[in-house]
């Protein structure tokens, strides 16, 4: 690995190198190879890097002295074959739709190791549910509550539920959009106000629900743990409190995810096995300070899990200087396929694909495709001046960028391969056009050429 990669290591997966003559590689691949044969935009998926990120969290888990179980939490990137793999990895799957349950069944995670997440679930995603046989139902809000109770009672079946709280934990260390566990907050039953205890005895007073414990996701993309521990103590004391009131046990815990991954250079790094051993670490103490049982530990990562073996590659098409002002180097992809830098302000470095030692180095803006000034993807990217034709890598792409891509301008979603010992596997196809027909009304049969 030439010095050139060592330096970006942390931010690249974990087989990523430059040979000789300048090409990246990755999982054993050339990606000049790759975009040649699979096109651009085209993200892929470092195989190594995920299985490295699984054994990370399985390390620091075995700082808890109980049971403990991982989850994906697939919002951060859904596919058939990252779904298999984790799923062969023994990991369940955090799913907020029909859709994503519908996935996660189609890769074969089997039922018991799905749960169901989200703020507003409709009567129909909560009856597919459990017609699915999930294994959690994380239940965020007393309407939610009550309709889950309308349909276990019609289906005469026991549904087996975690709530969801919220502990009054504002994490600054991350994007306000990305924060939750504030009071004010969408997401979950404040204990503060009284209304996560009702719903424990709403729980208690109801047969058909099975209330096994309790869940808190705070934020994502966070590097102060102490929220975590602030948040671990809230739940703790609430339950301890219950326990002593009512015939309640917490079985089950579980933090959530959040921990957040370096985008560039100038990120901090969290030890992905250090922090989840800290976070057992309080769990377990938490329990004994409030005098329960170990309950089973549940995490529920996304990022960490799979952004930094996501890289994007993109080709130049246009390259438009403004001699004094700046130099806009355009790209065939864009928000389209990833709108963070526009709606959170992120940052990403852009490499090149190939390293061209001849031509001098150009600080340029890196842009998309779509029509919007705003679709900026790097606005400080240091590139070989570049050419159209050039390709351009952009790592950390793994998570919540295909998962939040559009059709903005109909642009068509990108293709995704997983790279793994000089192998490729497609994982999707890149979109057609009759994909992006196939909902419109009144044109069956019509010709588009
Ligand atoms: C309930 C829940 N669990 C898990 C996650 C995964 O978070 P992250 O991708 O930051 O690990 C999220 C997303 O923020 C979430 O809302
Ligand atoms: N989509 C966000 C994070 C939200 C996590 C899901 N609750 C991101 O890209 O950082």
């Given at each position: 690995m030439c010095g050139f990669v060592a330096e970006r290591a942390h931010i690249l997966p974990e087989t990523a190198r430059r040979d000789e003559s300048g090409q990246l590689w990755t999982g054993g691949v050339p990606l000049p190879r790759l975009a040649e044969q699979y096109g651009t935009p085209l993200y892929l998926y470092d195989v190594a890097t995920i299985r490295a990120a699984i054994a990370a969290?399985?390390?620091g888990l075995e700082s808890y002295p109980g049971e403990t179980a991982l989850v994906y939490a697939a919002k951060a990137f859904a596919a058939v074959?990252?779904?298999?793999?984790?799923?062969?990895?023994?990991?369940?799957v955090d799913c907020v739709s029909?859709?994503?349950?519908?996935?996660?069944?189609?890769?074969g995670v089997p039922?018991?190791?799905?749960?169901?997440?989200?703020?507003?679930?409709?009567?129909e995603e909560l009856r597919f549910a459990l017609e699915l046989g999930v294994g959690r139902i994380v239940v965020d809000n007393h309407d939610e509550l009550e309709r889950l109770v309308a349909i276990a009672r019609s289906t005469g079946k026991t549904v087996p539920i975690l709530l969801r709280l919220n502990p009054g934990v504002e994490p600054h260390d991350t994007h306000a959009y990305r924060r939750t566990g504030q009071l004010d907050s969408k997401f979950g039953l404040p204990i503060v106000t009284g209304d996560a205890e009702a719903a424990v005895a709403r729980c208690l007073s109801t047969p058909e629900l099975a209330l096994l414990g309790f869940h808190v996701h705070i934020g994502s993309q966070l590097f102060d743990l102490i929220p975590y521990q602030r948040a671990i103590?809230?739940?703790?004391?609430?339950?301890?409190?219950l326990s002593r009131r009512f015939a309640f046990s917490l079985r089950e815990f579980s933090p959530g995810g959040g921990f957040g991954i370096p985008y560039t250079t100038e990120d901090p790094v969290l030890d992905l096995a250090e922090a989840t051993a800290q976070v057992s670490r309080w769990v377990a103490e938490a329990a004994s300070m409030a005098g329960l049982p170990l309950p089973r530990l549940v995490l529920e990562p996304g990022r960490s899990l799979v952004g930094r073996a996501g890289m994007a590659l993109y080709r130049v098409g246009s390259v438009k200087r403004l001699p004094g002002i700046r130099t806009y180097v355009a790209v065939d992809g864009g928000m389209a396929d990833n709108i963070r830098p526009a709606l959170y302000g992120a940052r990403y470095l852009a490499l090149p694909v190939i390293?061209?030692?001849d031509r001098r180095r150009e600080r340029v803006t890196l842009v998309g495709k779509y029509c919007e000034s705003g679709?900026?993807?790097?606005?400080?990217?240091?590139?070989?001046?570049?050419?159209?034709g050039d390709l351009?890598?952009?790592?950390?792409?793994g998570a919540y960028c295909l998962a939040m891509a559009s059709n903005y301008n109909l642009a068509r979603r990108p293709v995704v391969v997983a790279l793994e010992a000089g192998r490729v596997e497609l994982w999707q196809r890149r979109e057609t056009i009759a994909d992006l027909l196939a909902r419109e009304a009144g044109i069956e049969g019509a010709r588009y050429r």
């Amino acid at each position: 690995m030439c010095g050139f990669v060592a330096e970006r290591a942390h931010i690249l997966p974990e087989t990523a190198r430059r040979d000789e003559s300048g090409q990246l590689w990755t999982g054993g691949v050339p990606l000049p190879r790759l975009a040649e044969q699979y096109g651009t935009p085209l993200y892929l998926y470092d195989v190594a890097t995920i299985r490295a990120a699984i054994a990370a969290y399985r390390h620091g888990l075995e700082s808890y002295p109980g049971e403990t179980a991982l989850v994906y939490a697939a919002k951060a990137f859904a596919a058939v074959g990252l779904l298999r793999l984790l799923a062969s990895e023994g990991l369940g799957v955090d799913c907020v739709s029909e859709g994503e349950l519908a996935l996660a069944r189609a890769a074969g995670v089997p039922a018991e190791r799905l749960v169901l997440h989200g703020n507003n679930k409709s009567e129909e995603e909560l009856r597919f549910a459990l017609e699915l046989g999930v294994g959690r139902i994380v239940v965020d809000n007393h309407d939610e509550l009550e309709r889950l109770v309308a349909i276990a009672r019609s289906t005469g079946k026991t549904v087996p539920i975690l709530l969801r709280l919220n502990p009054g934990v504002e994490p600054h260390d991350t994007h306000a959009y990305r924060r939750t566990g504030q009071l004010d907050s969408k997401f979950g039953l404040p204990i503060v106000t009284g209304d996560a205890e009702a719903a424990v005895a709403r729980c208690l007073s109801t047969p058909e629900l099975a209330l096994l414990g309790f869940h808190v996701h705070i934020g994502s993309q966070l590097f102060d743990l102490i929220p975590y521990q602030r948040a671990i103590e809230q739940v703790f004391a609430f339950a301890g409190e219950l326990s002593r009131r009512f015939a309640f046990s917490l079985r089950e815990f579980s933090p959530g995810g959040g921990f957040g991954i370096p985008y560039t250079t100038e990120d901090p790094v969290l030890d992905l096995a250090e922090a989840t051993a800290q976070v057992s670490r309080w769990v377990a103490e938490a329990a004994s300070m409030a005098g329960l049982p170990l309950p089973r530990l549940v995490l529920e990562p996304g990022r960490s899990l799979v952004g930094r073996a996501g890289m994007a590659l993109y080709r130049v098409g246009s390259v438009k200087r403004l001699p004094g002002i700046r130099t806009y180097v355009a790209v065939d992809g864009g928000m389209a396929d990833n709108i963070r830098p526009a709606l959170y302000g992120a940052r990403y470095l852009a490499l090149p694909v190939i390293e061209r030692a001849d031509r001098r180095r150009e600080r340029v803006t890196l842009v998309g495709k779509y029509c919007e000034s705003g679709d900026v993807l790097v606005r400080d990217a240091v590139l070989p001046e570049p050419v159209p034709g050039d390709l351009v890598a952009i790592p950390v792409a793994g998570a919540y960028c295909l998962a939040m891509a559009s059709n903005y301008n109909l642009a068509r979603r990108p293709v995704v391969v997983a790279l793994e010992a000089g192998r490729v596997e497609l994982w999707q196809r890149r979109e057609t056009i009759a994909d992006l027909l196939a909902r419109e009304a009144g044109i069956e049969g019509a010709r588009y050429r």
